[in-house]
């Protein structure tokens, strides 16, 4: 079983900064693509970023230049720089990843941080 736990969360002026960790722990051999979705109320899931385990990145339009996604495979841990941010950020943040316990790949998500942005 693998476990994803995410921190960092919180209440921010809008043009301020907050950093999201999310570290995993478990039955884990190797963990291929990362990932930060959110969830604002009323809509739907949305990928906010991902990086793939050669560090490749991808990027929603909407936060483009402002986010940053990182990974440090030695601690298993994903990471969400968020600079720059607004009200329309507001929303819970999930982590993703894709795990290989030696015999299966599975998709994991961690419990979400709550980001609420004020203007």
């Known amino acids: 079983q693998v476990q994803l736990v995410e921190s960092g969360g919180g209440l921010v002026q809008a043009g301020g900064s907050l950093r999201l960790s999310c570290a995993a722990s478990g039955s884990i051999f190797s963990i291929r693509a990362m990932g930060w979705y959110r969830q604002a109320p009323g809509k739907q899931r949305e990928l906010v970023a991902t990086i793939t385990s050669d560090k490749t990145t991808n990027y929603a339009d909407s936060v483009k230049g402002r986010f940053t996604i990182s990974r440090d495979n030695a601690k298993l841990t994903v990471y969400l720089q968020m600079n720059s941010l607004k009200p329309e950020d507001t929303a819970v943040y999930y982590c993703?990843?894709?795990?290989?316990?030696?015999?299966?790949?599975?998709?994991?998500w961690g419990q979400g941080t709550q980001v609420t942005v004020s203007s």
């Open positions: 993703n990843m894709g795990v290989y316990d030696g015999h299966v790949y599975s998709n994991y």
